[in-house]
């Protein structure tokens, strides 16, 4: 098992930046890679990026690239989510989420662990 907690979220002005935080634990050893989603309120729960721990990859939903980065720091089992110029419509939940996928783009089916996530709101 692997478990993630994520950490970081919180209420800003559109313009703004916040920088989320995602540790893991357990089985790390399993998991490829991390991504991030988000989940607005009655809307589906959507991509936003996603990174490989060998770092072949890292990649964004089209929303977010040029705004938005993920990082990792292997040696502290850590994943991180730097947003800037934030836009009201980022205002979710932002969940982190570890893969054993190792095929490119992994569907957010294939996703095998999930943190509780974290409230990021971002006001006009």
């Known amino acids: 098992q692997v478990q993630l907690a994520e950490s970081g979220g919180g209420w800003v002005q559109a313009g703004g930046s916040l920088r989320l935080s995602c540790a893991a634990s357990?089985?790390?050893?399993?998991?490829?890679?991390m991504g991030w989603f988000r989940q607005a309120p009655e809307k589906e729960r959507a991509f936003v990026a996603a990174?490989?721990?060998?770092?072949?990859?890292?990649f964004y939903a089209d929303s977010v690239r040029g705004r938005f980065t993920i990082s990792s720091d292997n040696r502290k089992n850590s994943v991180y989510l730097q947003m800037n110029s934030l836009k009201p419509e980022d205002t979710a939940v932002y969940y982190c989420?570890?893969?054993?996928?190792?095929?490119?783009?992994?569907?957010?089916?294939?996703?095998?662990?999930w943190g509780q996530g974290t409230q990021v709101t971002v006001s006009s």
């Open positions: 357990g089985r790390t050893r399993s998991t490829y890679a």
């Open positions: 989420a570890a893969t054993s996928s190792t095929r490119f783009k992994p569907p957010l089916s294939e996703y095998d662990y």
């Open positions: 990174i490989s721990w060998d770092g072949t990859y890292r």
